[in-house]
Nanobody, 117 residues
């Protein structure tokens, strides 16, 4: 079992940066595919970035070149560096985890709010 807790959200002006962190307890993150998704009010959830157990990353087109996902297996921490933020990045951001051979995400954090004005 994995418990995930996000931090690092906040309010920032357009063009600014934020770094989100996701701390885990339970099984080691090194055994899981990890990711971030976001949801804005009235919009569908969007998977923002994914990192697998080989550190291969994939990004939504909307954030490619601006966001970077990374993980520190020793600290069991997942991060999302967000640069050149835009108002349309405003959303609640959630980290998630699953065994890489699963199709569905099993574990989610409680979310952290990011507001870009």
């Amino acid at each position: 079992h994995v418990q995930l807790v996000e931090s690092g959200g906040g309010s920032v002006q357009a063009g600014g940066s934020l770094r989100l962190s996701c701390a885990s307890s339970g099984n080691s993150l090194s055994a899981y595919c990890m990711g971030w998704f976001r949801q804005a009010p009235g919009k569908k959830p969007e998977t923002v970035a994914i990192i697998d157990t080989d550190d291969k990353t994939t990004y939504a087109n909307s954030v490619k070149g601006r966001f970077t996902i990374s993980k520190d297996n020793a600290k069991d921490t997942l991060s999302l560096q967000m640069n050149i933020l835009k108002p349309e990045d405003t959303a609640t951001y959630y980290c998630m985890a699953r065994p890489c051979d699963y199709d569905d995400w099993l574990y989610y954090g409680q979310g952290t709010q990011v507001t870009v004005s």
